[in-house]
T-cell receptor, first 111, second 116 residues
Framework: GQNIDQPTEMTATEGAIVQINCTYQ??????LFWYQQHAGEAPTFLSY????GLEEKGRFSSFLSRSKGYSYLLLKELQMKDSASYLCVLKGGSTLGRLYFGRGTQLTVWP | ETGVTQTPRHLVMGMTNKKSLKCEQH?????MYWYKQSAKKPLELMFVYSLEERVENNSVPSRFSPECPNSSHLFLHLHTLQPEDSALYLC???????????????FGPGTRLTVL
């Protein structure tokens, strides 16, 4: 089975840097996604890691350590619009199309 | 229209009603998915269709009945639902590549369902 753990809530101020951690246990690993979801809206893709290391995309970076079952999403130069839920999502190694979602971390950015 | 669209965006229904949710993807993808998102719970996968064939049914009650007439359209037929079925229902699509690997899933805006 799969188990995904991430903090429920985080707060930060505009312009700051925040790191959202995700730890997981899985019987089959084929990659890890981070999605952003604003309240009442669809999740949108942020990043994908399949190999160990850091993937950088503008203000957002994502890190993966497969041996430790650990990932983080780093958000720099925070803006008010970054207030959203951030979902850590495992891509399973078996069934076609199977994603496993964490509960999400609700980030609130204060002015 | 671009991306993944869903209609209706909001639906209120009684337990004896029959209704359908519609999803359409304009991305040329070959796989489509239904998810349920309840308050304070992770997204739960309900159904997966690949090349119009259902490849996964994640132990969903029979009061939810999916239909995929072609690779661009996906329906979720609802009948005799329960109040605990009230949730956000999200549709997604992706491109499944050779060997079964696939790119990221693109989500529609969801249908907010309330069962009275």
């Amino acid at each position: 089975g799969q188990n995904i753990d991430q903090p429920t809530e985080m707060t930060a101020t505009e312009g700051a840097i925040v790191q959202i951690n995700c730890t997981y246990q899985t019987s089959g690993f084929n990659g890890l996604f981070w999605y952003q979801q604003h309240a009442g809206e669809a999740p949108t893709f942020l990043s994908y890691n399949v190999l160990d290391g850091l993937e950088e995309k503008g203000r957002f970076s994502s890190f993966l350590s497969r041996s430790k079952g650990y990932s983080y999403l780093l958000l720099k130069e925070l803006q008010m619009k970054d207030s959203a839920s951030y979902l850590c999502v495992l891509k399973g190694g078996s069934t076609l199309g199977r994603l496993y979602f964490g509960r999400g971390t609700q980030l609130t950015v204060w002015p | 229209e671009t991306g993944v669209t869903q209609t209706p965006r909001h639906l209120v229904m009684g337990m004896t009603n029959k209704k359908s949710l519609k999803c359409e993807q304009h991305l040329g993808h070959n796989a489509m998915y239904w998810y349920k998102q309840s308050a304070k719970k992770p997204l739960e996968l309900m159904f997966v269709y690949s090349l119009e064939e259902r490849v996964e049914n994640n132990s969903v009650p029979s009061r939810f009945s999916p239909e995929c007439p072609n690779s661009s359209h996906l329906f979720l037929h609802l009948h005799t639902l329960q109040p605990e079925d009230s949730a956000l229902y999200l549709c997604a699509s992706s491109q499944v590549l050779a060997g079964g690997s696939y790119n990221e899933q693109f989500f529609g805006p969801g249908t907010r369902l309330t069962v009275l």
